[in-house]
């Protein structure tokens, strides 16, 4: 039956509409596996003699086990973020003769082949093996130690996916485990309840009595168990259907109406930015990106290169405008054709995407001004950074968008989502930032600082004055991609 | 109203349509007919001007749809789900056509009115997002929203599928008002009864080809009846 289940999965792959794609961000997958995998062997490898060097009385193991538990805490944390889950489209297969169970098992046991359960082992192993050979430990010992902490790893990942399972729907419900955990780390910190000490005194028990090395094994057999009654709980159409249906947001976004024949569209946008979870991280990322600047400003390696600070104040200014722009038009994808059949002149629809991006710079030009702290030609500089944004990256990035023929799952979350991403979302970027750079570089070191500043600002305002005929110039553009778009959108999956 | 000519449309070297010469005069409620493949989505596309055809023209009202937008103020249509809003209500949604039509809220509304029997309670008001909706009622919203500027040309791809007894009913009798005042409406169908109901002119499509172009009279039915059982009956 599980080889059944392999080879649904080898055909969705290699049946996908965007195989070459997938395949393509596969290979970059590996490249990154074997980049990691390389690293933590190396640092598996330096471990034992690097905590020697650092801490000569101390024995290597004891301090290993003492940080043990701010490990795993970060592991889960990361793979929180980064790790997919396995999933396994059930709805074909509920109403075929075959045990809910073997279908939940292969989904929990798919996910222990995981890249992510096997990195550790290329800490834990080099690490015991340097315990036995200098620090003089029993090879038993060791063994029973790394038994206990890949045993741990493995919890981690099944904890993992309770936890993914119970809060991807509301994430709200976190923050009181966020809170505790931050709680126990202040009193780490404050050394009043040392819980990372009594975690390595844990870890330093199955060293001792290395057959102790069979309880967290124990431990996962048992998360084993509890995601699979989780699991089996939830294989019913309802645990999908059920939550659906909260009550429509009906914001209506009025004040949009000041802005004339684009009014609607602009509307449109922003409950779209509103009410999908992809688009929503944007904006959230546009608000942690603006303190991007705080990491540049006040560090003093940077004040001799002001063309760093160009990257900083196109970067602040225009994080909205990269992030959400360059899918522009993907984020329409699922109802294109309404939007091309629809009495929408192309010209009208791309404007408002414009108006819309350009409102976001302004804001976030607006918001970037308290920086004025730093120094008065830091404000300027990110003025001229906003007005070339406005006026020769937003229309760069319009013309990128017209390469975009991929869908975009309006309510997948971003992180490690590479929907819609293609070639030409990872090229585009650069220009963005790098030919805003090199003109004042160039010109900051030949002529002046002002003269540098001034020309971003003045290519800027040209571009928001050439807006008309470079808009004409986008709308043959999109005019012309548009039956491949249709056709490119219209294609689901990976 | 509408003018194709010459029109093919080739995908991998297969045709998939390919009409000579097809004139849809103003006001005429216009069936096509056929099996699956036979090009009625195809051809509705390229009306619409959402694939390119690979010869010839379609006119609707004189305007070259591939060439020109100047067709969308008065053309609209309901294809499929694409051309829902997921993420609006479908008061917003409609709403948001009625701006793209210069039709205000209150004329929405007040449109809105003479459609209570046929959302039977279940669309206006629930605060729902279209996405949450059946299908049927999806259809119900797309097709309403299709009617929503008076526009001239009409275009519905299997308007009745998925649509419930009544309701289906209902929309027959919509489509015959529709035509009354001088609408162009063009349907495809799978369903024979229907189309030889609401429709004036019947037009069948077999792997691409025009086979039979009917004046709908009683007699229609029991001829495409036979046509499509034909085959069968060998």
Known sequence: MFGKFIWLEWKSFFRSASLGKSLGLKI????????????????????????????????PLQVVNRFALIYFVLELVFRFMLQTLPVLDIKPLMTFPI???????????????????????????????????K????????????????????????????IKKRFTENLKALIPLVIGAGVLALLDYLEIFQITAYFGELLQLIVQNPYLGFIPLILVIFLFKWNQLNLEGKFYLDAHLKGRNKKANTREFGWTRKFGSIAPFLQQDLKLIWRNKRPKTTIYLSFIFLAYGLIFYPNDTYQEMPAFFVFVGIFITGIFMINFGQFVPSWDASYYPMIMAQNISMRQYLASKMGLITFSVVVLAILSTPYVYFGWNILLLNIACALYNMGVNIPVLLYAGSFNKKRIDLDKSPFMNYQGTGASQWLVGLPLLLIPIFFFWILNKFINYEIAVGFLAGLGIMGLVLRPSLLTFLVRRYRKRKYVMIQGFKEKGE | ?????????????TRVLNIEHLDIPPGQNFGLVGNNGAGKTTFFSLLLDLIQPTTGNIF???ITVSESEEWKPFTSSFIDESFLIGYLTPEEYFYFIGELRNRNKADIDSFLTQFEDLFNGEIIGRKKYLRDLSKGNQKKVGIVAALIGDPEV???????????????????KLLK??????????ISSHDLIHVTEVCERIVVLDKGDIVKDIETSEATLNELEDYFSREILE
Do not use: H
């Open chain 1, 28 to 59: 970059f997958m590996i490249f990154l596996a074997l980049y990691f995998s390389a690293m933590f062997l190396f640092f598996g490898i330096a471990l034992y003699p690097m905590l020697k060097e650092f801490y000569p009385e101390a024995d």
């Open chain 1, 99 to 133: 045990r809910k169970r073997k279908v939940v098992n292969f989904v929990l046991l798919k996910s222990l082949y995981s890249f992510y359960n096997i990195l550790p082992l290329f800490l834990i192993i080099p690490f015991g093996v340097f315990c036995i050979v």
């Open chain 1, 135 to 162: 620090g003089g430990y029993g090879y038993l010992n060791m063994l029973g130690w790394m038994l206990g902490v890949y045993s741990i790893t493995l919890c981690v990942n099944f904890i993992n996916f309770i």
């Open chain 2, 1 to 13: 109203m509408i003018t194709a000519t010459n029109l093919s449309k080739v995908y991998n070297g």
């Open chain 2, 60 to 62: 609707n009202k004189d």
């Open chain 2, 154 to 172: 009409v275009i519905l791809d299997e308007p009745f599928a998925n649509l419930d007894p009544t309701t289906q009913i209902r929309l027959k």
């Open chain 2, 177 to 186: 008002e529709l035509s009354k005042t001088g609408t162009t409406v063009l």
